[in-house]
């Protein structure tokens, strides 16, 4: 099971304030299910993945994380997407991102 409330967000090249808010507004992109907000229902992550194999659902929450990513927080794009392992087995995704050259 991939768990993508627990994911690690890295950001290179930001203040710590500036890096707290970014990491704050990316939680909250990742935490909410696609579909729940109304009035802006493509906010979110797609749960589809859920139903793939492990190795397929990692491509492809990895591919949402950096669309939604580059769509909802223009001051940072994805460099990549890892996947780190739980204490009880699941997975959680390890996020890098650094400064976007779009504001």
């Known amino acids: 099971m991939i768990d993508i409330k627990s994911a ?4 290179n090249g930001f203040s710590a304030e500036e890096a707290e808010d970014i990491r704050n507004c990316l939680m909250v992109l990742y935490s909410v299910r696609e579909g729940e907000q109304p009035f802006n ?4 992550i797609n749960d589809s993945f859920l139903d793939h194999p492990i190795h397929i659902a990692q491509n492809v929450l ?3 994380i950096i669309e939604k990513t580059k769509k909802y927080e223009k001051r940072v794009s994805v460099e990549k997407v890892e996947y ?3 204490v009880e087995g699941q997975l959680f995704p390890i996020i ?4 976007s050259g779009v504001l």
Do not use: T
């Open 8 to 11: 690690v967000i890295n950001l």
């Open 41 to 44: 229902r493509e906010f979110g």
């Open 62 to 64: 990895a591919l949402e």
């Open 84 to 86: 780190g392992h739980g």
């Open 96 to 99: 890098s991102c650094e400064r």
